[in-house]
């Protein structure tokens, strides 16, 4: 088991930038990758961004691609998402997630943290 604590949302004027932070507790397991997920209200939920633990190699939704950077500090076991140029489409809540190296599926999951972006 693994508890993740997403922090950094908050409200933002579009243009605006916000730092958000995952930080995964003790583990007992090897991490694949870590990954931000999003859902606005009424959607469904939406694969942001994710890096891989050990090459940090990165993968992005189109929407985000150039205005948002995914980055992992493995010493404390923490994966960050800087977002730049927000828009107001990027409103919702984001949620941190961790995919196990005996895995193929983001098994563990934090509770979300709320980006609103106004116009």
């Known amino acids: 088991q693994v508890q993740l604590v997403e922090s950094g949302g908050g409200l933002v004027q579009a243009g605006g930038s916000l730092r958000l932070s995952c930080a995964a507790s003790e583990r007992t397991f090897s991490i694949a990758s870590m990954g931000w997920f999003r859902q606005a209200p009424g959607k469904e939920r939406e694969f942001v961004a994710s890096?891989?633990?050990?090459?940090?190699?990165?993968v992005y939704r189109d929407s985000v691609k150039g205005r948002f950077t995914i980055s992992r500090d493995k010493a404390k076991n923490t994966v960050y998402l800087q977002m730049n140029s927000l828009k107001v489409e990027d409103t919702a809540v984001y949620y941190c997630a961790v995919r196990a190296a005996v895995s193929t599926t983001y098994d563990y999951w934090g509770k979300g943290t709320l980006v609103t972006v106004s116009s």
């Open positions: 890096v891989s633990w050990s090459g940090g190699f990165t």
